[in-house]
């Protein structure tokens, strides 16, 4: 058929409408090639100090540090606060032989800006680190309003349609290379380094992990991995979810930056990977027991897929919940890799000079319906307290007295400044830092923190004293709470104590002015609904 005659068939206007449609929907949006870099100022700070010789001096012989950082573990997700779903003995011995700190905070409730701020003592809003950085933005309207439209996305909703960053913009995103990890500090030092586990901190030269501070990564790059390849292993239980986050974690787990790697080597491994991160770190404690060593080990446990071994499965028989029986087996898998590792540094004789940091990086994920964070509001993603308030244990014999119990609060920003006297480093003049050393804190009694904040958009929280405001994003409607009667944030006060409201604002936005606009946008927000009570914020 020749097309004028198919034009006069289907209709010339009718034709019209279908072209522009089709130019409006293929249109590129992702107009945005700037490149994020880095802060010339700290950037130059940053080379300057770690490349000047270490002149402090102590007798001491330098201690080992060890990080073992659990992945949307909620506090009464185990068994050290009284949860009664999952038994962590190992944990709970690891706390028990130090300190366990009932109001332990993260400076984010969400992965990428928590661990930011956990590797480098400062609030991640202070270089640009507010969100989590972006693998894939809409590339034309046909997508975006496909995903904003046609697609279930539970709670999570998308921003209005902006210029998103290009895949070479999208390439520049990551923990600002002006930043100074831990892992920095300690090679300066002359410590062996290495990261085991989940980096979530860019994933493109510059960004990676033995471009940080780490001399060894076994690992992978993104959010998320699959456990074990999903197949049709009997020793392996998979569980999906029906949230579409579900369907993309499947979907690319062992794909891309999802791939574990040894060093930039892609390891073809169909083991279990919480037991083969525990077999890392006792090879790396190994091959280091005779000299100074940092190892950090980000598990990627509890955080979906949920997979997990037939023998972690079998522990919860009386758990007829499939999706929650899957969850408390992968818990207990966690518990037994801290406790092998927990070992090998007692086997080694290693226990008197090795400080061991126990945390999580944000609260339970109760999208995924096997946790709840009760008695605690809110999970992973809000800044109530069952999204920041996690568990958090610290251990170092001689220096820590057993079964200690601090209540005040504590952040994951102290983590940082805690090594960094723990190997007696010194720390530029030219930054911020927003940490406290705990050892000193604790053995002291002292108050760490006079004010915790959190920010992510216009998502805001501050904790002063009992004090807690809590502001949407969005909607902007303000919440305040006296925690030390309402740890469960039942009981808004904001009508009642428009002056406390006041001074908490006042503080927060004291806090703002030494921030920096986001490095990069966020595409989309979480709507929690409380019922008579809805909260915003931006990811």
């Keep these: 058929m020749a097309i004028s005659q198919k034009i006069k068939k289907i209709g010339l206007p009718v034709l019209i409408v279908l072209i522009i449609a089709s130019v409006f929907l293929f249109w590129p ?50 068994s050290l606060y009284g949860g009664k779903s999952t038994p962590t003995p190992q944990i709970d011995s690891l706390a028990a032989s130090g300190v366990t700190f009932t109001d332990g905070y993260v400076s984010s409730s969400i992965c990428s800006p928590s661990r930011a701020g956990l590797l480098t003592g400062r609030y991640q809003e202070r270089f640009g680190h507010e969100f989590q950085p972006g693998d894939r933005y809409p590339k034309n309207n046909l997508e975006y309003y496909a995903f904003k439209y046609l697609i279930n996305t539970d709670s999570w909703r998308l921003n209005p349609k902006i210029e998103y960053p290009n895949d070479a913009s999208i390439a520049t995103q990551g923990l600002p290379q002006s930043e100074i990890t831990f892992a ?7 410590y062996s380094t290495a990261i085991i586990g989940k980096w979530h901190l860019g994933h493109n030269k510059g960004f990676f992990p033995l471009d940080r501070g780490f001399d060894y990564h076994y690992g992978f790059y993104q959010a998320f991995s699959l456990f074990a390849p999903e197949d049709d292993n009997p020793d392996i239980i998979n569980h999906h979810h029906k949230d579409f986050t579900d369907k993309v974690i499947w979907g690319n787990g062992r794909v891309g930056i999802g791939q574990i790697r040894r060093d930039t080597t892609i ?5 279990y990977l919480t037991e083969t991160f525990a077999d890392e770190a006792e090879a790396f404690i190994d091959k280091n027991k005779t ?12 955080h979906t897929p949920f997979q997990v071994r037939k023998k972690y499965y079998d522990r919860f028989p009386n758990v007829k919940d ?41 609260g339970g994920a109760d999208y995924t319906f096997a946790t709840t964070n009760a008695p605690l509001k809110g999970g992973k993603f809000s800044h109530f307290e069952g999204g920041i308030n996690v568990p958090f244990a610290l251990s170092w014999k001689g220096k820590i007295k057993p079964h200690t119990v601090y209540k005040t609060p504590v952040s994951s920003l102290d983590i ?7 190997i007696h ?19 002291n009694n002292k108050e760490a923190h006079q004010n915790l904040y959190w920010r992510s958009g216009d998502a805001k929280a501050i904790r002063s004293g009992d004090w807690k405001l809590i502001i949407s994003g969005k909607t902007h409607e303000k919440w305040l709470y006296d925690l030390s009667k309402d740890k469960s944030e039942k009981n808004d006060l904001a009508k009642k104590n428009p002056a406390k409201v006041k001074e908490l604002q006042t503080a927060l936005q004291n806090w703002e002015k030494g921030l920096v606009k986001p ?21």
């Design 291 to 302: 000299k100074p060593f940092l190892l950090y080990v980000p598990f990627n446990a509890p």
């Design 416 to 422: 940082f400044s805690t090594i960094a006297t723990a």
């Design 29 to 78: 949006i992702n107009m945005d090639g700037k490149l994020i870099k880095p802060d010339e100022k700290l950037a130059e700070g940053k080379s300057a100090f770690l490349s000047q010789k270490d002149t402090s001096k102590t007798s001491e012989k330098k201690p080992n540090i060890i990080i073992l950082l659990a992945d949307d573990l909620g506090k009464y997700d185990i």
């Design 322 to 362: 499939e999706n929650k029986r899957v969850y408390f087996a992968m818990i207990s898998a966690l518990d037994d890799a801290i406790g092998r590792i927990i070992a090998k540094v007692r086997k080694e004789g290693l226990e008197e000079n090795t400080l061991i940091i126990f945390a999580s990086d944000n």
């Design 425 to 443: 480093s010194d720390l530029p003049k030219d930054r911020i830092y927003d940490g406290v050393d705990l050892i000193s804190t604790v053995n």
């Design 267 to 271: 390891i073809k491994d169909k083991a």
């Design 184 to 190: 920095d500090l300690a090679k300066r030092k002359g």
């Design 519 to 539: 490095l990069w946008p966020n595409l989309m927000h979480y709507e929690f609904d409380f019922g008579t009570q809805k909260y915003f914020v931006d990811l």
